[in-house]
Structures are given as structure tokens and as C-alpha cells.
């Protein structure tokens, strides 16, 4: 890339090839019209002849497409937290968020299992917060960790009657490495053998130091079924939120993380989407990894049609050309011809990384391998 032959250098400086070809013999280098030469050599020839090499800036269809520049200050205003329920199976994720909302999804869902990361909203004292629900089964590692990787603050809810379990640990484990704040619900407090104090003192085994026994960790003791501790934990999770002053540009395209994406039979490949900033509106055209496509319909977490979502809003979407990988980024933009350029692209890159699995071995990579 950090090449041109000495043909297209001399054309370019307005030189004849034999002048070219004489600059470089004088100094050493035999070259004839058709070879490469380097930056170097190019440049010292050229200054040879009374002219200046430039690096050419060689723009991609990506970054000509994707608007990533950073937000001026000025542009910024607050917005919602993202905070991600996790925890063991089990231990009232689902539960808690139906207290929140004042509704009844864990009751319905098959089994009382969450296999998907709901994305939810609600408002606390006036204002809002976007909740993401995650499933505990431990076949579902990658959906905890891409929860902990878009938020500002993970619940980690621990059973008081269970204590601290394998998918407790884990969470633990990817909140810590997506370096987001942790507060602690002990639930099911109103059980008959609830233990909070040996959930405490297992806390403090993973570095979690609850703040009554002179820690950092904010630990509340809570019951999602009851509804003993939720106002106290919410106050708590508000004004961690608060010291965070989170903010976002609305005034800019949509863009975030695909949350999860499925093909529904009606309606074609949906997508729930994270908007993280600007603002995502209907009839956009997005690209999210290999896929790309006009946002046709866009539903709130109730199901209600959106015409615009801002920053820290869950949305579904339809009007992709196919179901995104969960966790991709998602971008708005504006040419479409464009975006399907670059996901032609992209897949064109997928399937020559397909086609060869065995990375090349070169002396810059040799002991690395080794
Ligand atoms: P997964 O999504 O499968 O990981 O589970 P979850 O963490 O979402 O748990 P869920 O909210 O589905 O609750 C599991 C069971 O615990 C249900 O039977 C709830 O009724 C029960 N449960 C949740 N919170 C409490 C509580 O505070 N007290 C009591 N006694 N039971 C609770
Ligand atoms: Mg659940």
C-alpha cells in the first residue's frame, strides 16, 4: 500500500520515466519503470527532482459511511441509565423487573426461565431507566456478557436462601471486566431459611465488601415477591446513576448495539436494538454487521409503535435483510447504496476468512506462535 512504481511517480511529478530511472541509478538503485518502490525511496527521489511525496489517505467505504466522531461537549445532555439485572438462575432477575413494571412476565414465561435478554423501561421518581433483563441458566454465558458490556450499572441479584452460585460468580466476573459499578440485591428475604449474612460474608470473598461492614458494595436486602426493599434499591441505583452524569448527542444518526435479533415467521428478521447515541428514527437505513435494510417498524418495550428513539432507548425493529449477530453494532446512515456496498463487503470478507482457517505464519509472527 506503501508503494508506487516508478512509472506512476514520474507521471505523477510531471517527470519522464528515464529521469526517474536516473535519479534512482545515481543513487544506488537499479529500477525499471514497472517496479515498486517504497515511501522512502519515492520520497528521496522526488525531493532529488524538486517535488514532495505525500502519503496518500486511502478512505474507506466504512469510514465514509460511518459517522464516528466524537460528541463535542456542548451536544451532550443527560440520558437514562442502562443498568443489567444478572445473577444465578433462578434468584429473581425477572422477578424484580416485574415489581419495577408492576407487571407478570416471569409468571408467564415457559418454565420460569428467561432465554432471552428482555429490555425494559421504567420511570423512577419521574425519571427514566432502561432495565435489561438476563437469563442465570448457564447456557447463556454470552448473553451476560454482552449485558454487562452496554450498561452503566449491573444488579446482581443473589438468592438469600441459595447464596452465591456459579453464574453469580460469572456475573461477577463480567461486570468487573466491563468496569461497570455493582449493586448487590440479597433477595427472597422473606423466605423462612433466608441466610443474608452468609450472602454477605461470601460477597466479601469476592472482593464485594458490603458498605455496613465498612466496604464500598451497596447491598440491599430485598424481596421481588413481596415487595420488602425495591424503593430502597431503586434510590440506591438513581443516585449511583446520578454521580455518573451519563450523556449522549440526540442530535446525531442512531447508533448502538444489537441487544438480540431473531427471524420472526410474519415479520422477517427483528431485532432489538440498544440506541447508545444520536437518535434512531423510522424509515432509516442501518447497517449492523452483515445486515442492512430501512427501519420499517419500531416498537417500545410494550409494544407501541416509535417513530424516533433516543439515546439509551431499547427498540424492536424490523426491515432488516437478516437477523444481526447479538452484540454487533448498529449504525444509521444515509447513502443505502453505500451500506450495501460495505455489507457485500464484509461478507465477502466472512467468507474468505472461512475459506482460510490457518492464519500465516511470518517471521513477525513466528515467536508469537511458538
Ligand atoms: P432465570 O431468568 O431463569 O435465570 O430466573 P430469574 O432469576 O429471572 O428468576 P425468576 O424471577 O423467574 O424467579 C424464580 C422463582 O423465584 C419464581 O418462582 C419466583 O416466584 C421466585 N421468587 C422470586 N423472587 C422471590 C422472592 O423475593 N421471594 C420468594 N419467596 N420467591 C421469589
Ligand atoms: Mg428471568
Not at 478512505?59 to 460511518?66: A, D, M, N
Not at 423466605?191 to 470473598?205: F, G, I, S, Y
Request: proline share 5%; aromatic share 2%.
Amino acid at each position: 500500500p506503501d508503494e508506487i512504481s516508478v512509472g506512476e511517480l514520474a507521471s505523477r511529478m510531471k517527470k519522464t520515466g528515464a529521469e526517474v530511472v536516473k535519479c534512482l541509478m545515481k543513487n544506488g538503485v537499479m529500477a525499471s519503470l514497472s517496479q515498486m518502490i517504497d515511501f522512502d525511496t519515492a520520497s528521496f527521489v522526488a525531493e532529488e527532482l524538486g517535488c514532495k511525496v505525500e502519503k496518500e489517505v486511502v478512505v474507506t467505504i466504512e469510514e465514509k459511511l460511518i459517522d464516528t466522531t466524537e460528541d463535542r461537549p456542548e451536544d451532550l445532555v443527560p440520558r437514562a441509565p442502562v443498568v443489567v439485572v444478572m445473577g444465578h438462575v433462578d434468584h429473581g432477575k425477572t422477578s424484580l423487573l416485574d415489581t419495577i413494571r408492576n407487571t407478570s412476565v416471569a409468571s408467564g414465561e415457559a418454565g420460569g426461565i428467561t432465554q432471552h435478554i428482555g429490555a425494559y423501561q421504567a420511570q423512577i421518581n419521574g425519571k427514566p431507566i432502561t432495565f435489561l433483563d438476563t437469563p442465570g441458566h448457564e447456557a447463556f454465558t454470552s448473553m451476560r456478557a454482552r449485558g454487562a458490556m452496554v450498561t452503566d450499572i449491573a444488579i446482581l441479584m443473589v438468592a438469600a436462601d441459595d447464596g452465591i452460585m456459579p453464574q453469580t460468580v460469572e456475573s461477577i466476573n463480567h461486570a468487573k471486566a466491563a468496569n461497570i459499578p455493582i449493586i448487590v440485591a440479597v433477595n427472597k428475604i422473606d423466605k423462612e431459611n433466608a441466610n443474608p449474612d452468609r450472602v454477605m460474608q461470601q460477597l466479601t470473598e469476592y472482593g464485594l465488601v458490603p458498605e455496613e461492614w465498612g466496604g464500598e458494595t451497596i447491598v440491599c436486602k430485598i424481596s421481588a415477591k413481596k415487595h420488602i426493599g425495591i424503593e430502597n434499591l431503586l434510590e440506591n441505583l438513581a443516585l449511583l446513576a446520578e454521580v455518573q452524569e451519563l450523556k449522549a448527542n440526540p442530535n446525531r444518526a442512531g447508533q448502538g448495539t444489537v441487544i438480540e435479533a431473531r427471524l420472526d415467521k410474519g415479520r422477517g428478521p427483528v431485532a432489538t436494538l440498544l440506541v447508545q447515541n444520536g437518535t434512531l428514527k423510522q424509515g432509516d437505513i442501518i447497517i449492523a454487521g452483515t445486515s442492512v435494510g430501512r427501519v420499517r417498524t419500531m416498537l417500545d418495550y410494550r409494544g407501541n409503535r416509535l417513530t424516533e428513539a433516543g439515546p439509551s432507548v431499547p427498540v424492536e425493529i424490523a426491515g432488516l435483510s437478516e437477523a444481526p449477530v447479538a452484540g454487533a453494532p448498529f449504525f444509521a446512515v444515509a447513502d443505502e447504496r453505500m451500506a450495501r456496498e460495505l455489507v457485500e463487503q464484509r461478507k465477502a470478507e466472512e467468507r474468505a476468512k472461512a475459506a482460510a482457517p490457518v492464519q500465516k505464519v511470518s517471521l513477525e509472527n513466528l515467536f508469537d506462535q511458538i
